[in-house]
Each structure stands twice: as C-alpha cells, then as structure tokens.
C-alpha cells in the first residue's frame, strides 16, 4: 500500500486529488510550484514537441512521486503529466515540504537519493538515442519495475512512445526476444525470463 510507503508522511494533513484516465495532471512548460505523491493508480509523463509529437518519458505507479525535478530547480517544466488510470495525488508545496523536513529531517536524504534516481533515468534516455532500436528496448524493460506477480505492465505502443519506434517494431523485437526465452509476452504485460541475458546483449559490444 502506498500508505506504507516512505513517502507516507507527505500525505498528512493533506487533501487528496482525484484523477480519471486521460485528465492531465500538469502541462509541459508551466510553473512547477508544486510536485504530486501518487498515493494510487498510473501516471505517464511525456515530452512534447513544438509539432506536436509526443514521447514517453516513463510510467509511475503508486508510492512514486512525479514532478519533483522542476520543483526543486524552481524552472518550467520539461514535461507533462496524465493520468492512465484512476488516479489519487497528494500535491505537495515548497511550504508543505519544509515542515514535513522540519518533523522527518532523514526524509531530506531520500528526497536527493530520489532526484539522483531521476537524473539517471533522464540520462539513460539520452544514451538510449544512440543505441539500435532492440537495444533501446531492452534497455527500457530493463528499468521497468514489475509487478508482485513480476508483470510489466505496458502497451507494445507506450513502449513504442518511450524508445521512439514503432509498434510493429516493438512487436518485432518482443518476438524475437520471446523466441529466445528473454521474455513472456502476454496482453498488456510481459514477464522477464532472463534479465541476466537481456543484460547481456544490451552491453555487447561495448568496451
């Protein structure tokens, strides 16, 4: 439960916000005076770009927090968020935050341990453009945090948006990888067989 979650003190006192599948949670260039909590349900956040076109950053799940980055470096946003499915959010602000440090001070050390992870995941996605497309998505089921039941929850599409390819060719790759034991293809999902192997080959060559 996202109760439980190290993230739970941010909730305290404070109202939840309820979104519903394709209602947007914050725009791409606008003020980050706030960052959200997701206390439950599936978000994606999103580039887009001035013709319009449209790039997966990354799916956050309950527990995780969304728009943190801009927050703290007080600079627009450098992308968009909408609710995949229904959604409950905490909004935390600067003044929410401050007395939350005030009370759990070891939260602050979490907060930088949280923001080096994003950081990371920014970066692997600028890595990622100089990688061939079966590379790039082995590379992105690699960062997918599975399920329990160890399911990826994702679209041949969204995975597609995330990497900049296609879906046929996600299709594609999925298959081949799925014939090599690498992976379990399902609707919606995947399992991952063999990280080791699916690691791998996305370091092949390199060195």
Same mark, same amino acid.
């Given at each position: 439960m996202?109760?439980?979650?190290?993230?739970?003190p $941010?909730?305290?006192?404070?109202?939840?916000?309820?979104?519903?599948?394709? #209602?947007?949670? *914050?725009?791409?260039?606008?003020?980050a005076?706030q960052?959200y909590y997701? $206390?439950?349900?599936t !978000?994606?956040?999103?580039?887009s770009?001035?013709?319009?076109?449209?790039?997966? @950053?990354?799916?956050?799940?309950?527990?995780?927090l969304?728009?943190?980055?801009?927050?703290?470096?007080? #600079?627009? %946003?450098? /992308?968009?968020?909408?609710?995949?499915?229904?959604?409950?959010?905490?909004? !935390?602000? =600067? #003044?929410? +935050?401050?007395a939350?440090?005030? =009370? %759990?001070?070891?939260?602050?050390? /979490?907060?930088?341990? *949280?923001?080096? %992870?994003?950081v990371? +995941?920014?970066?692997?996605?600028?890595? /990622?453009?100089? &990688?061939?497309a079966?590379?790039?998505?082995?590379?992105h $089921? +690699?960062?997918?945090?599975?399920?329990?039941?160890?399911?990826?929850?994702?679209?041949?599409?969204?995975?597609g948006?995330?990497?900049?390819?296609s879906r046929?060719? !996600?299709?594609?790759? @999925?298959?081949?990888?799925? =014939?090599?034991?690498?992976?379990?293809?399902? *609707?919606? /999902?995947?399992?991952? %067989?063999?990280?080791?192997?699916?690691?791998d080959? &996305?370091?092949?060559g390199?060195g």
């Amino acid at each position: 439960m996202a109760q439980d979650h190290i993230w739970a003190p $941010l909730a305290e006192g404070q109202p939840t916000h309820h979104r519903e599948p394709g #209602q947007m949670i *914050y725009l791409q260039d606008t003020e980050a005076a706030q960052f959200y909590y997701i $206390l439950t349900g599936t !978000v994606k956040c999103f580039i887009s770009s001035p013709d319009g076109d449209e790039r997966t @950053l990354a799916l956050h799940h309950g527990g995780e927090l969304i728009g943190e980055a801009s927050f703290f470096d007080r #600079q627009p %946003r450098v /992308s968009s968020a909408v609710a995949v499915t229904p959604c409950e959010l905490i909004s !935390v602000n =600067r #003044q929410h +935050l401050e007395a939350v440090f005030a =009370r %759990r001070p070891d939260l602050a050390i /979490s907060m930088l341990e *949280y923001l080096a %992870r994003t950081v990371r +995941l920014l970066s692997g996605h600028v890595d /990622s453009a100089f &990688l061939q497309a079966d590379k790039r998505i082995a590379r992105h $089921l +690699l960062a997918l945090e599975p399920d329990a039941g160890g399911l990826l929850h994702c679209t041949r599409e969204e995975i597609g948006s995330s990497v900049g390819v296609s879906r046929v060719t !996600v299709s594609r790759v @999925l298959g081949d990888f799925d =014939r090599r034991g690498w992976v379990e293809t399902g *609707y919606k /999902s995947l399992k991952l %067989r063999n990280r080791q192997a699916i690691a791998d080959f &996305l370091t092949e060559g390199v060195g």
